[in-house]
């Protein structure tokens, strides 16, 4: 972690990295949740383009160990997942990373949220907004009401 003078810091490298970066799995970890699920992998292989469908697996994968997603930076991923994914179910093709567009990122992980129970927060604001708006517009104007009721 850079540490700049003019801010305070709060996490140790340690902590930084527990919170920040990509799990550094072993071979054991690595089995364990680089291992897909039929459900886990339909999803995975109906992503458009071999690097969408290695990305989303090991998204997967990262997700199942931490809950959390780690941005759309392939550099960031550890070549040993890689490798592990390709060689499980890409029988050993050669991978050539391309960018991760934003829209392919969010909808790997709005589909990763559902088949693990999950909603994502944007959404569940979305509709609360929608059922206020809808609301507001047949209740006259004094009548106070709270959107997170």
């Not at 609360?128 to 006259?140: A, G, S, V, Y």
């Amino acid at each position: 972690m850079i540490k700049n003078k003019e801010h305070l810091t709060v996490l140790n490298e340690a902590e930084y990295a527990a919170f920040y970066e990509t799990p550094d799995f072993d071979e054991h970890q690595r089995y364990e949740y680089l291992t897909l699920t039929p459900q886990e992998l339909d999803i995975a292989i109906s992503r458009r383009g071999l690097s969408n469908q290695i990305f989303c697996c090991i998204q997967i994968g990262y997700f199942k160990a931490v809950n959390l997603f780690f941005g759309k930076d392939c550099s960031k991923i550890n070549k040993d997942d890689t490798d592990f994914i390709v060689q499980q179910y890409f029988n050993n093709c050669t991978v050539s990373h391309q960018e991760i567009t934003k829209h392919e990122y969010y909808t790997q992980c709005n589909a990763i949220m559902q088949i693990f129970g999950y909603e994502s927060i944007m959404l569940s604001i979305y509709s609360k907004f929608q059922k206020f708006l809808r609301f507001t517009h047949r209740t006259p104007i004094s009548t106070p009401y709270y959107i997170l009721n």
